[in-house]
């Protein structure tokens, strides 16, 4: 994560989220009254679907007993059928 001042990143916004865009770099952005964190789309797209992932119920379950499965048990990345 980067971490600037609101002057720097006033100064270097177009690089800045540049990076953040490219590479998924979040910036930390502190001013006098507190901080804000920028992220890229791509990144914040992620964190909404596992938010929204995680408030099934049902799918919640699912995915922990998936992590209890060996990979012995697991079909073979080429024989999934999507």
């Not at 910036?27 to 920028?38: E, F, L, Y």
């Not at 992220?39 to 408030?55: A, F, K, P, W």
Request: net charge negative.
């Amino acid at each position: 994560m980067l971490n600037t001042n609101i002057t720097s990143f006033r100064k270097n916004i177009f690089s800045m989220l540049e990076q953040t865009i490219k590479y998924n770099e979040p910036i930390n952005i502190s001013t006098k009254d507190g901080n804000a964190v920028v992220i890229s789309e791509e990144d914040y797209n992620g964190l909404m679907e596992t938010v929204h992932i995680c408030s099934v119920p049902r799918m919640k379950k699912k995915i922990a007993e998936g992590l209890q499965t060996p990979l012995s048990e697991c079909l073979p990345e080429n024989e999934v059928k999507w």
